[in-house]
Nanobody, 122 residues
Framework: QLQLVESGGGLVQPGGSLKLSCAASGSTLDYYNVAWFRQAPGKEREGVSCISRSGRSTNYVDSVKGRFIISRDDAKNTVYLQMNSLKPEDTAVYYC???????????????WGQGTQVTVSS
């Protein structure tokens, strides 16, 4: 069974950068489409970015376009989310998720990590 573990979160000042990692175990990640979601306190979970199994297709929510970059390194069984020009409104718990069947970028995912906290504050 696929297991996902996020890391790389932390406290950063506005305008700063963080790189999140989603490391997989139990299966080969290149069988899966992967997405990043986030949930801020008192808000619903929202999709942030997704990447296809091949890595050739990516998508981003409008609020992070031009600032975040999703990538995958299947040799390391890891998906990354490079976050630049961070804003206080990016503060949330970030989760990675995986699905072997494509159900759309913000569709249903079968496997989820435990999340990593990102706090953007001065």
């Amino acid at each position: 069974q696929l297991q996902l573990v996020e890391s790389g979160g932390g406290l950063v000042q506005p305008g700063g950068s963080l790189k999140l990692s989603c490391a997989a175990s139990g299966s080969t990640l290149d069988y899966y489409n992967v997405a990043w979601f986030r949930q801020a306190p008192g808000k619903e979970r929202e999709g942030v970015s997704c990447i296809s199994r091949s890595g050739r297709s990516t998508n981003y929510v409008d609020s992070v376009k031009g600032r975040f970059i999703i990538s995958r390194d299947d040799a390391k069984n890891t998906v990354y989310l490079q976050m630049n020009s961070l804003k206080p409104e990016d503060t949330a718990v970030y989760y990675c998720a995986a699905a072997s069947t494509w159900r759309g970028c913000w569709g249903k995912y079968d496997y989820w990590g435990q999340g990593t906290q990102v706090t953007v504050s001065s």
